[in-house]
């Protein structure tokens, strides 16, 4: 009756086990895209399945049996009557218990589980193969073309993303220039910075033009998966052609077309900071 009872008991905390856990995987790997909880529920159940039959294996040892405690034979009457008394917990405090148990395992396994970079930007760009950015405001640290004539200065803190980017996506930035000397001083920061040496991205994939409605046709021309930028207008004018789009600005907007999200920077989006 004793070893039915504690089957029982070990079966109810390993479903409790695998939903929490399940839950934690769909969290972490839930990134505001359709594919993207997919991915996060499935990777959530198979880490259930795998952990649970480990945790169990770990748990499943012959037990030490406890030396039988001989009872006093002057007090019988106390023996009968007293194990009664403390046998039968409450079922409000046993399932609590199980669920601190449970709570307390996983904790513990994902303090030491943290997905890379690398990991991130393949989530959290649904597995985009092309992505089209724009340095102003995005991967440089001037915000107009009129402060690229005096200037270009990469942004150290995108870099490190820029680059994990530009090893699982075909990358094209661009930007709006007033005159060549600015086209080549972007180009100068860009190869400074080390953005052409990681093989990821060459110098013919940075594009410039003297429009924003240039801007938005190179996007159409190239037709990626993903497109970055700070103009509202240029966004609004490509949610009809671009399956993802990602807004970049202090303020989150009010209005935005399902496919468009939004971030402060590009490495807040990515969780790197």
Same mark, same amino acid.
């Given at each position: 009756?004793?070893?039915?009872?504690?089957?029982?008991?070990?079966?109810?905390?390993?479903?409790?086990?695998?939903?929490?856990?399940?839950?934690?995987?769909?969290?972490?790997?839930?990134?505001?895209?359709?594919?993207?909880?997919?991915?996060?529920?499935?990777?959530?159940?198979?880490?259930? /399945?795998?952990?649970?039959?480990?945790?169990?294996?770990?748990?499943?040892?012959?037990?030490?049996?406890?030396?039988?405690?001989?009872?006093?034979?002057?007090?019988?009457?106390?023996? $009968?009557?007293?194990?009664?008394?403390?046998? /039968?917990?409450?079922?409000?405090?046993?399932?609590?218990?199980?669920?601190?148990?449970?709570?307390?395992?996983?904790?513990?396994?994902?303090?030491?589980?943290?997905?890379?970079?690398?990991?991130?930007?393949?989530?959290?760009?649904?597995?985009?193969?092309?992505?089209?950015?724009?340095?102003?405001?995005? /991967?440089?640290?001037?915000?107009?073309?009129?402060?690229?004539?005096?200037?270009? $200065?990469?942004?150290?803190?995108?870099?490190?993303?820029?680059?994990?980017?530009?090893?699982?996506?075909?990358?094209?930035?661009?930007?709006?220039?007033?005159?060549?000397?600015?086209?080549?001083?972007?180009?100068?920061?860009?190869?400074?910075?080390?953005?052409?040496?990681?093989?990821? @991205?060459?110098?013919?994939?940075?594009?410039?033009?003297?429009?924003?409605?240039?801007?938005?046709?190179?996007?159409?021309?190239?037709?990626?998966?993903?497109? /970055?930028?700070?103009?509202?207008?240029?966004?609004?004018?490509?949610?009809?052609?671009?399956?993802?789009? @990602?807004?970049?600005?202090?303020?989150?907007?009010?209005?935005?077309?399902?496919?468009? @999200?939004?971030?402060?920077?590009?490495?807040?989006?990515?969780?790197?900071?």
């Amino acid at each position: 009756m004793a070893t039915e009872t504690s089957k029982d008991e070990l079966l109810q905390l390993v479903k409790r086990f695998s939903a929490y856990l399940t839950v934690k995987m769909s969290n972490l790997f839930s990134f505001n895209t359709p594919d993207s909880r997919s991915v996060g529920a499935v990777a959530g159940l198979a880490v259930a /399945i795998v952990f649970t039959w480990r945790w169990l294996r770990s748990n499943s040892g012959p037990q030490r049996r406890q030396p039988k405690r001989q009872a006093p034979t002057t007090s019988s009457s106390v023996v $009968t009557t007293q194990p009664n008394a403390v046998s /039968i917990p409450s079922g409000g405090v046993c399932s609590s218990s199980e669920d601190l148990r449970v709570q307390n395992v996983v904790d513990e396994f994902f303090q030491t589980v943290k997905p890379s970079l690398g990991q991130i930007v393949r989530q959290k760009l649904s597995e985009g193969r092309k992505v089209t950015c724009r340095l102003l405001g995005v /991967i440089l640290e001037e915000s107009s073309p009129e402060e690229l004539q005096s200037q270009a $200065t990469v942004r150290s803190s995108v870099l490190e993303v820029l680059l994990e980017i530009t090893k699982f996506c075909d990358v094209y930035l661009m930007e709006r220039v007033l005159d060549d000397e600015s086209e080549q001083k972007v180009l100068a920061a860009l190869e400074n910075a080390g953005v052409f040496t990681s093989g990821g @991205l060459v110098k013919d994939k940075v594009l410039f033009c003297s429009t924003e409605t240039g801007r938005s046709s190179f996007v159409r021309q190239l037709e990626p998966d993903w497109h /970055i930028d700070t103009n509202p207008e240029v966004i609004f004018q490509l949610a009809r052609f671009i399956k993802y789009q @990602l807004q970049i600005s202090p303020i989150r907007p009010e209005r935005t077309a399902a496919n468009v @999200l939004s971030s402060p920077s590009l490495e807040q989006f990515f969780g790197s900071t």
